[in-house]
């Protein structure tokens, strides 16, 4: 199994920017995929960007040219950089890592609030 810890999370302003990071952990594990979701208030889980191993990277529509997802394999660490940040992207964001045993993990989540 896999451990996930997201952080960076946090209050900004409309405009502003914020970069999560999550890390893995855990025991004999090789990771495949990994990305960001989120939930807002009210609303369903949704895909926020993914990144296979490989850094193939694919974004919801929302966030294109606004958000990079990366990845560093040897830390078996992910990065979100947000910017130019919009209200509705107020949630809490979640990381997820699909290992190649074809497990999946989520980590606890990590608040974003922008306010305008």
């Known amino acids: 199994q896999v451990q996930l810890v997201e952080s960076g999370g946090g209050l900004v302003q409309a405009g502003g920017s914020l970069r999560l990071s999550c890390v893995a952990s855990g025991s004999d594990f090789t990771i495949n995929v990994m990305g960001w979701y989120r939930r807002a208030p009210g609303k369903q889980r949704e895909l926020v960007a993914v990144a296979t191993r490989s850094d193939i990277t694919n974004y919801a529509p929302s966030v294109k040219g606004r958000f990079t997802i990366s990845r560093d394999n040897a830390k078996n660490t992910m990065y979100l950089q947000m910017n130019s940040l919009k209200p509705d992207n107020t949630a809490v964001y979640y990381c997820?890592?699909?290992?190649?045993?074809?497990?999946?993990?989520w980590g606890q989540g990590t608040q974003v609030t922008v306010s305008s």
């Open positions: 997820n890592a699909l290992a190649c045993s074809g497990s999946s993990s």
